[in-house]
């Protein structure tokens, strides 16, 4: 959160020694001598919108007498501006090291027709809609819904359920794999230390700006969404060339868990 205007970042906690003894070990080639050279490293930031998303889902309950009941859900997201990814932290288990996964749905999604996106929030939501529930909701003769399931079928999105042997669609069934909605991972101020942006690191630019990721995240997660901030992530990236002068990038995120 912006304190009086002060802009925050979360903490790196590698030092620059160790994030060049991480990238020497990231060298590739090493066969007659063509093992590449690291050309550079630097110290960066990458602005994170921080997304407020509520949204209410209807429960059944009961066995003879089924009951509608609405359970309202909420949960931050933080996503980067500048490459689109949603970002996961995960606090380790059985002494495992705590890290921070960088999800790409809103990467492939962030193109889509907002049809398609609302297609497949609700294929992930269940995890497998028949065709004939699917129609009743997107009327998938009209408006062109095929093509908008097509285009997730051919990202990898979903896959198509045929009746054994025949062409005839049953079904469509999720094939992204991200954690739920409602799970705590995606809170990233519940894992991380928040700290003032400190000088010396570039700042990567904007390339999806809030109005665009919050309305993705709106019709994904089928939920209001609000921009609550903008933070920063800090990050090292490597610069590799080889012998015939072609070069690659290396990312490393550290950041400093609670």
Do not use: W
């Not at 794999?177 to 991972?185: E, V």
């Amino acid at each position: 959160m912006e304190n009086n205007g002060e802009k925050l970042a979360f903490v790196q906690d590698i030092t620059e020694a160790g994030a060049k003894g991480y990238f020497e070990k990231k060298r590739k080639g090493g066969i007659f001598g063509n093992k590449e050279e690291i050309a550079e490293i630097e110290r960066r930031y990458a602005p994170l919108g921080v997304f407020d998303v509520t949204r209410t889902d209807e429960i059944r309950e009961g066995v003879l007498f089924s009951i509608t009941k609405n359970l309202k859900k909420n949960n931050t997201f933080y996503v980067n501006l500048n490459g689109a990814d949603l970002y996961y932290g995960s606090k380790g288990i059985f002494k495992k090291k705590q890290v921070i996964k960088s999800l790409d749905i809103i990467k492939k999604i962030a193109d889509l027709p907002l049809e398609s996106i609302a297609i497949l929030s609700d294929i992930v939501q269940h995890g497998e809609i028949s065709y004939e529930e699917l129609n009743k909701r997107y009327f998938l003769f009209l408006n062109r819904g095929f093509d908008n399931i097509l285009i997730l079928q051919t990202r990898g999105l979903i896959e198509i359920k045929h009746r054994i042997l025949h062409p005839i669609v049953l079904g469509y069934v999720n094939n992204v794999d991200i954690p739920a909605f409602d799970d705590k991972g995606y809170n990233l101020k519940e894992f991380l230390y928040p700290d003032p942006l400190k000088e010396g690191y570039e700042i990567d630019n904007i390339a999806y700006s809030p109005g665009t990721i919050s309305e993705i995240l709106r019709v994904f997660f089928n939920g209001d969404t609000e921009l609550n901030r903008i933070m920063y992530m800090p990050y090292d990236r490597c610069r590799y060339i080889d012998k015939k002068n072609r070069f690659r990038y290396e990312v490393l995120i550290s950041p400093r868990f609670l």
